[in-house]
């Protein structure tokens, strides 16, 4: 019969691991904007410094109430949160039938229920199934990321594009993106978060809406 101190360590590795996801989701978008009928160095020259300073507008965006006030992260956020849940529930079940079948193998290895053949094929399946489960949550954890990176894309690409056809009329030097105290202090008065997002769930309506009437 095997020797039940051949298999210790086996047993050991047949704990299963939970997968876990924190979504950080930043966002930056800086524009400087230049005279169009000056070259650099002439309009250095001809505008003394204290008055290119007077000149300058600065604006931010508070990320955390993007993150939770645009409807397109709102609902994406759900959807990543859900195939989160499902991908736990999925490695959660695969890992605790796996570790069922390890202990029930283990407890009549221990009564010598089986012979060395037998208990070496048991043993055998029992591995293949533990490869087959860290095959399966690396892959769901590739897809998930992959999924999470087409959200910041998209983010990204839509906030950078409502930001030029705002900052048109409005002609900022530079919008910055404050979240937490990465900005030591602003003006409120500098703050145009309400603004971009009423302008962002506009146009996402506006998109979502003509999407809907296209698939009729």
Same mark, same amino acid.
């Given at each position: 019969?095997?020797?039940?101190?051949?298999?210790?360590?086996?047993?050991?590795?047949?704990?299963?691991?939970? /997968?876990?996801?924190?979504?950080?989701?930043?966002?930056?978008?800086?524009?400087?904007?230049?005279? &169009?009928?000056?070259?650099?160095?002439?309009?250095?020259?001809?505008?003394?410094?204290?008055?290119?300073?007077?000149?300058?507008?600065?604006?931010?965006?508070?990320?955390?109430?993007?993150?939770?006030?645009?409807?397109? &992260?709102?609902?994406?956020?759900?959807?990543?949160?859900?195939?989160?849940?499902?991908?736990?529930?999925? /490695?959660?079940?695969?890992?605790?039938?796996?570790?069922?079948?390890?202990?029930?193998?283990?407890?009549?290895?221990?009564?010598?229920?089986?012979?060395?053949?037998?208990?070496?094929?048991?043993?055998?399946?029992?591995?293949?199934?533990?490869?087959?489960?860290?095959?399966?949550?690396?892959? /769901?954890?590739?897809?998930?990321?992959?999924?999470?990176?087409?959200?910041?894309?998209?983010?990204?690409?839509?906030?950078?594009?409502?930001?030029?056809?705002?900052?048109?009329?409005?002609?900022?030097?530079?919008?910055?993106?404050?979240?937490?105290?990465?900005?030591?202090?602003?003006?409120?008065?500098?703050?145009?978060?309400?603004?971009?997002?009423?302008?962002?769930?506009?146009?996402?309506?506006?998109?979502?809406?003509?999407?809907?009437?296209?698939?009729?």
């Amino acid at each position: 019969m095997i020797q039940k101190t051949k298999l210790q360590n086996f047993y050991i590795k047949m704990k299963q691991k939970n /997968l876990f996801y924190a979504m950080a989701m930043t966002v930056a978008v800086a524009f400087s904007l230049t005279s &169009c009928n000056k070259s650099p160095k002439a309009e250095e020259a001809a505008t003394p410094k204290s008055e290119a300073q007077s000149e300058l507008k600065i604006a931010y965006v508070e990320v955390d109430s993007l993150m939770t006030q645009y409807e397109y &992260c709102k609902e994406y956020s759900l959807i990543l949160e859900k195939k989160s849940q499902n991908i736990q529930a999925t /490695l959660q079940q695969k890992g605790q039938a796996l570790q069922s079948a390890a202990a029930n193998f283990q407890q009549k290895l221990q009564q010598n229920a089986y012979t060395r053949e037998q208990a070496e094929q048991i043993q055998a399946g029992l591995q293949k199934q533990n490869a087959d489960l860290e095959a399966l949550q690396q892959r /769901l954890s590739a897809e998930f990321q992959e999924e999470t990176a087409k959200f910041n894309e998209a983010l990204h690409d839509s906030l950078q594009h409502f930001i030029a056809k705002y900052n048109k009329d409005k002609k900022y030097t530079m919008i910055l993106s404050k979240s937490g105290d990465n900005i030591l202090f602003a003006d409120k008065s500098a703050d145009i978060t309400n603004d971009v997002i009423s302008g962002l769930n506009k146009a996402y309506k506006k998109g979502s809406a003509s999407e809907k009437k296209g698939k009729k």
